[in-house]
């Protein structure tokens, strides 16, 4: 894992991106202290589907709550 400033991070954008893109993942730093991690997706992750799973598995049992007071066409009003 590599460490970079906020401002090295914004100078040098496009190439922590390609490093990333590799495998790396890189701590921003600002004002020394960690405030983002950026690091590769990983798309089929087993952790990733079986969270879903969960996740759906509970949406579909939970009771929706409140009305909807609002219609789809009152969505796209301009």
């Known amino acids: 894992m590599r460490t970079v400033s906020a401002a090295d991070a914004n100078r040098h954008f496009s190439s922590m991106l390609r490093d990333v893109a590799m ?3 890189v701590t921003v730093l600002s004002r ?5 991690t950026i690091a590769p997706v990983r ?7 079986s969270a879903k ?3 759906l598995a509970r949406l579909s049992q939970q009771k929706a709550l409140g009305k909807r007071s609002w219609s789809r066409e ?5």
């Open 74 to 78: 009152q969505l796209y009003e301009g």
């Open 23 to 25: 495998g790396e993942v």
């Open 32 to 36: 020394g202290k960690p405030v983002a």
């Open 53 to 55: 799973r969960v996740l």
């Open 43 to 49: 798309l089929n992750s087993e952790q990733r589907q």
